[in-house]
């Protein structure tokens, strides 16, 4: 864990040109802090490898997709994502690269994402979250509801926590 001072971290909207660097923290958040919750296959098919048209696929759906996203960046290093979807009141993701967990990252981008639903009028968000992200949610005030499967792409399940909060 790196040492971070809260001041250092900035929290801005994430723009095409984040794409790539965006995936690199989804996949080392995967690997390098859910692996030892899941096995290999579904750390595999949830974080597989950055490629170009993944890329260009991410960039593309920052502009025109359902998600509002943002990053977290240190010293101008984008070191933490996360997205909801208004629509449905839904938090999608909060991924911080492992070498910034628990250093205030992942809750500054939470915090963030609730300021930018309330704003939009919503009372609650709710997520699925990965079993390795469930106490950081439950610390930040997210009940859990039980477990279920997340479907995954390839279609494997993967269990997860639902989870929700009143904004």
């Known amino acids: 864990m790196s040492q971070v001072v809260k001041s250092d971290i900035k929290v801005r909207r994430c723009l ?5 660097s965006v995936l690199k923290v989804h996949r080392a958040a995967i ?23 993944k890329i260009k696929a991410f960039a593309d759906n920052t502009v025109v997709g359902e998600e509002t996203r943002i990053v977290a960046e240190i010293n101008s290093q984008i070191v933490g994502f996360g ?14 690269s492992p070498s910034f967990g628990r250093s205030g990252v992942g809750t500054a ?6 300021h930018l639903a309330r ?9 699925n979250a990965s079993l390795n992200a469930e106490p950081f949610y439950q610390v930040n005030g997210y009940i859990n509801e ?4 997340h479907i995954l792409r390839s ?3 993967m269990p997860s926590v639902k989870m ?3 904004l």
């Open 31 to 53: 690997h390098g802090t859910a692996s030892s919750y899941y096995p290999k296959e579904i750390i595999q098919d949830w974080a597989s490898p950055i490629t170009p048209s």
């Open 164 to 166: 929700r909060k009143k």
């Open 146 to 149: 039980g477990f279920e499967e």
């Open 16 to 20: 095409p040109s984040d794409a790539e």
């Open 109 to 114: 981008i939470l915090q963030e994402l609730e």
């Open 119 to 127: 704003e939009q009028g919503l009372s609650e968000l709710h997520l």
């Open 155 to 157: 279609g494997l399940k």
């Open 83 to 96: 997205a909801i979807v208004i629509r449905n009141s839904e938090l999608r993701a909060v991924y911080v």
